[in-house]
């Protein structure tokens, strides 16, 4: 495990947004092999990005970008589908352009209550990882 996962050797912060942090890793090390193909070539390393699980945040996506146009969910919901000239605090006003989630969300309804609120604006947690390649092009 520990030639799979490697933790930061150092790490600093630019208050209010940024933090960096320190690998002991060559470049070569991070990109790995130019081409790799079977288990072992060398295929560098990936480094991952997420938000802390146990932090909730709430909002709406900035795009409709549903995964499945067929079955949309609430997890779906983007600015682009609440009036602008009406005030988000005013749950009386329901999101606009037809939007109607179906299977389990419906039982969740725009402001019938707060944890009907509260479930349908909740934001998972997201993760990426990101290839050295990518993040060394330049080098």
């Keep these: 495990m520990a030639t799979e996962i490697k933790f930061p050797i150092f790490h600093g912060e630019i208050k ?10 060559t470049v070569e ?7 790799p193909k079977k288990e072992s070539d060398d295929w560098g390393w990936y480094f991952i990005i997420q ?4 932090e909730p945040r709430f909002g709406m ?7 499945d146009p067929h079955h949309v969910t609430w997890d779906d919901l983007s600015w682009v589908k ?7 605090s005013d749950t ?7 939007f109607h989630p179906g299977g389990s969300d ?6 019938a209550n707060s944890a009907n ?9 997201v993760m990426i990882a990101v290839h050295a390649k990518e993040m060394l092009s330049n080098v």
């Design 61 to 67: 996506d900035i795009t409709y970008e549903p995964d």
């Design 106 to 111: 419906n039982i969740n309804q725009w402001g």
């Design 117 to 125: 609120m509260a479930y349908i604006l909740y934001q998972k947690p």
């Design 29 to 35: 090390q991070a990109r790995g092999d130019e081409n």
């Design 82 to 88: 609440y009036d602008p000239s009406k005030k988000f």
């Design 51 to 54: 938000q802390i699980p146990g």
């Design 92 to 98: 009386v006003t329901k999101p606009n352009s037809g």
């Design 16 to 25: 209010p947004d940024i933090k960096f942090f320190g690998f002991e890793l």
